[in-house]
T-cell receptor, first 114, second 112 residues
Framework: DAGVIQSPRHEVTEMGQEVTLRCKPI?????LFWYRQTMMRGLELLIYFNNNVPIDDSGMPEDRFSAKMPNASFSTLKIQPSEPRDSAVYFC????????????FGSGTRLTVV | AQSVTQLDSQVPVFEEAPVELRCNYS??????LFWYVQYPNQGLQLLLK??????LVKGINGFEAEFNKSQTSFHLRKPSVHISDTAEYFC??????????FGQGTRLTINP
């Protein structure tokens, strides 16, 4: 298996633009998580899905953030409009068995909003 | 609510020396505990986990951790570190719910 695949690896955008981050989880995994990592706040859980259904989005910072999972093999995290404080590394992770086997993380998308 | 405290933000050690990275958690119920490693510019990778059974857990790359319920700790150890162990290490806890709570991380630096 190729693991969790995220794209793009790096994204530089101007403030006010729409940004879409993409994630392909491991085939067969039924949980998908979006995390944000910054120096100041560490790893923050933004949202997670079970069987394509959003379960907990309490970590989504504000209405500018949205996430979808239209099928078992694809998820997106969208920021519209983007702001400089959104600059961070965004990770997608997937798991089986409620995560007790451990999460598999993607390599992340480094987002820079200028 | 569960939480995780990693007591050291940075740990410098010399190559081939032993190391211990400390992790304490707070929870009123049974927990499952994990250690993850993050190498530069990469995602997190599972090192080891404690779900039940023996309190001494062995993981990849020669790391091990011991679950201590009375002290609510799950410290990570390695008897002899290598330059390639330079990375950030994260302790995480879950109560069996779907989401992990991560600590702030400990940056391990190995000096030759």
């Amino acid at each position: 298996d190729a693991g969790v695949i995220q794209s793009p690896r790096h994204e530089v955008t101007e403030m006010g633009q729409e940004v879409t981050l993409r994630c392909k989880p491991i085939s067969g995994h039924d949980y998908l998580f979006w995390y944000r990592q910054t120096m100041m706040r560490g790893l923050e859980l933004l949202i997670y899905f079970n069987n394509n259904v959003p379960i907990d989005d309490s970590g989504m910072p504000e209405d500018r953030f949205s996430a979808k999972m239209p099928n078992a093999s694809f998820s997106t995290l969208k920021i519209q409009p983007s702001e400089p404080r959104d600059s961070a590394v965004y990770f997608c992770a997937s798991s089986l068995r409620r995560g007790l086997g451990g999460y598999t993380f993607g390599s992340g998308t480094r987002l820079t909003v200028v | 609510a569960q939480s995780v405290t990693q007591l050291d933000s940075q740990v410098p050690v010399f190559e081939e020396a032993p190391v211990e990275l400390r992790c304490n958690y707070s929870s009123s119920v049974s927990v499952y505990l994990f250690w993850y490693v993050q190498y530069p510019n990469q995602g997190l990778q599972l090192l080891l986990k404690y779900l039940s059974g023996s309190t001494l857990v062995k993981g990849i790359n020669g790391f091990e951790a011991e679950f201590n319920k009375s002290q609510t700790s799950f410290h990570l150890r390695k008897p002899s570190v290598h330059i390639s162990d330079t990375a950030e290490y994260f302790c995480a806890v879950t109560q069996g719910a779907q989401k992990l709570v991560f600590g702030q991380g400990t940056r391990l630096t190995i000096n030759p």
